[in-house]
């Protein structure tokens, strides 16, 4: 695992470059005009926007942009595909959002589009159905580069984002859904709704974790974290354990959440859980504040709202616990 990274290198140009494509590839999410641009997207739904060439394969869409910037719109539709990118920019986009489906077919075993290029958005696209014999398939394995997810859903799979090691970019979730994912029933270990690595930034606002089956809702091994502004709703997990684990220590800020934790839990002693594992990380500063979390109706049962084996300075203001919740547990 990677030591937490200079806060310099978190503003690298990788960063800025991923930033800027949310804003350009926008214009590319209009439908495809007249008859003829509908009928060529039945037949060949992955269209490189910038030279207008449309093809059947997802792969041969990333091959053709190669180490270049572009972008991929996307036809309507489910699609069992999977595609590997291995240099370049690319942007990911569903023509209409919501209605584009990646579902099933897992590139080497390990999710539906695996990023190793210099960076990659992903945007109103859903990824469903990912199941791999050793227990950690995923919608996206990101395996180096920035990445940025707006407006997208990860359904019932094993993972819905796996990552590995990249101290130097940032991945930055925006406004999806995580739904029916996580498993501990394979000899390797736990997956969970998302599982970073040892990254240098994790961002996660305005997005919707539910129904569980197994695992944590988010894990995270990157030096800080933003998790702002989301849902946990554990009312229909099965098996869960944390909502976040942050393993190997953070800083950053876990602000204005709605947590639920249900019935049905492998481990319900925590909802928030900081340094349970190698401490790799300084955790000084981290903010947990203005947040709500209580248990689902019928539930009346001990837990802490933070679990701590650090002794960090955490922050902890203004959250809004049910009766039965601890705000802070030293471990």
Request: aromatic residues 8%; glycine residues 12%.
């Amino acid at each position: 695992m990677s030591h937490a990274p200079d806060p310099a290198r978190t503003r690298s140009p990788t960063i800025r470059r991923i930033a800027a494509l949310l804003v350009l590839f926008v214009p590319a999410l209009g439908n495809p005009a007249g008859d003829t641009a509908q009928a060529e997207a039945r037949s060949a739904p992955f269209t490189v926007v910038e030279t207008g060439k449309s093809y059947a394969s997802l792969q041969r869409a990333v091959d053709a942009i190669g180490d270049k910037r572009g972008t991929i719109r996307i036809a309507s539709g489910t699609y069992r595909q999977c595609a590997v990118q291995e240099s370049g920019v690319i942007a990911y986009l569903a023509a209409e959002p919501g209605k584009a489906a990646l579902e099933g077919r897992a590139c080497e075993g390990k999710a539906g589009l695996v990023l190793r290029g210099e960076g990659a958005e992903v945007r109103g696209l859903t990824f469903r159905n990912y199941h791999v014999p050793d227990g950690n398939g995923a919608g996206i394995r990101i395996e180096r580069g920035p990445l940025a997810i707006a407006y997208s859903r990860f359904l019932d799979s094993q993972q819905g984002i796996l990552s590995a090691s990249d101290p130097a970019s940032e991945i930055t979730i925006l406004r999806s859904t995580f739904s029916g994912l996580g498993t501990c029933v394979n000899p390797a270990g736990c997956a969970h709704s998302i599982y970073v690595g040892g990254y240098g930034k994790l961002t996660v606002r305005e997005s919707r974790f539910e129904r569980g089956r197994g695992g944590h809702y988010v894990k995270s091994r990157a030096g800080v974290v933003v998790i702002e502004d989301n849902s946990f709703d554990d009312a229909g997990g099965v098996k869960t354990n944390y909502m976040i684990d942050l393993p190997a220590g953070a800083t950053g800020s876990i602000a204005n959440n709605w947590f639920v934790q249900g019935k049905s839990k492998e481990n319900y002693s925590a909802f928030l859980a900081l340094g349970s594992e190698e401490i790799l990380n300084p955790s000084d500063g981290l903010r947990v504040t203005d947040n709500e979390a209580r248990f689902v109706p019928g539930v009346r049962r001990q837990s802490a709202f933070l679990a701590d084996w650090t002794g960090a300075r955490v922050a902890m203001a203004n959250n809004r616990l049910a009766a039965g919740l601890t705000q802070y547990e030293r471990r």
